[in-house]
């Protein structure tokens, strides 16, 4: 049972330009959003984070977008940058079930100079 | 301030074998919480601990427990290894609430031969 999926396993972009990665989720009782980063035999990076009370929350040159009625949210770099080529992986918890995070199964972005 | 950090980076096992991994959160974090990650399923949660109880705890064999120490440092123990125990095993640390943002450490690679 997925219930945090990110149909895109990877996507390329050039450097400069806007990245835009997708996360769909089918659990409404989902309360908090994060994006995390991933690079090879290093553990997930915090990014951003969002509320589910929330439609925006902005950091740099991360913006991330929740469409509750979409059960949808995505992640905005802007510009991106080849140190930005990385694993992305979106997560969620549920209120009272403590510590658990639950995981896309991420997708993969390669920013080209 | 210091991050998550976990010991040892890499193991090697056999088989049978048991094995125990350890995770020192962030100071003044309380909560830790424990991840396998494979390339098949992705990261999954193994349990949660906060003040040396288990709070939370996903759908993983009894063969995998954990414990947490009074300085919020935590263990966790693989009893009888076996292949497909192969991985990449995360804990991430937070402050209390299920909506904390969870930092994760850098993960011990665990090979079962």
């Known amino acids: 049972d997925q219930q945090v999926k990110q149909n895109s396993p990877s996507l390329s972009v050039q450097e400069g330009r806007i990245s835009i990665l997708n996360c769909d989720y089918t659990?409404?009782?989902?309360?908090?959003f994060l994006w995390y980063k991933k690079y090879p035999a290093e553990g997930p990076t915090f990014l951003i984070s969002?509320?589910?009370?929330?439609d925006k929350n902005e950091d740099g040159r991360f913006t991330v977008f929740l469409n509750k009625s979409a059960k949808h949210l995505s992640l905005h770099i802007v510009p991106s940058q080849p140190g930005d080529s990385a694993v992305y992986f979106c997560a969620a918890s549920v209120p009272g079930n403590t510590g658990k995070l639950i995981f896309g199964q991420g997708t993969t972005l390669q920013v080209k100079p | 301030k210091a991050g998550v950090t976990q010991t040892p980076r890499y193991l090697i096992k056999t088989r049978g074998q048991q094995v125990t991994l350890s995770c020192s959160p962030i100071s003044g974090h309380r909560s830790v919480s424990w991840y396998q990650q494979t390339p098949g399923q992705g990261l999954q949660f193994l349990f949660e601990?906060?003040?040396?109880?288990?709070?939370n705890k996903g759908n993983f064999p009894g063969r995998f427990s954990g414990r947490q120490f009074s300085n919020s440092r935590s263990e966790m123990n693989v009893s009888t290894l076996e292949l497909g125990d192969s991985a990449l095993y995360l804990c991430?640390?937070?402050?209390?609430?299920?909506?904390?943002?969870?930092?994760f450490g850098p993960g011990t690679r665990l090979t079962v031969l």
């Open positions: 991430a640390s937070s402050f209390v609430q299920s909506t904390d943002t969870q930092y």
């Open positions: 659990n409404s009782m989902f309360d908090y």
């Open positions: 969002i509320s589910s009370i929330k």
């Open positions: 601990y906060f003040s040396e109880t288990q709070r």
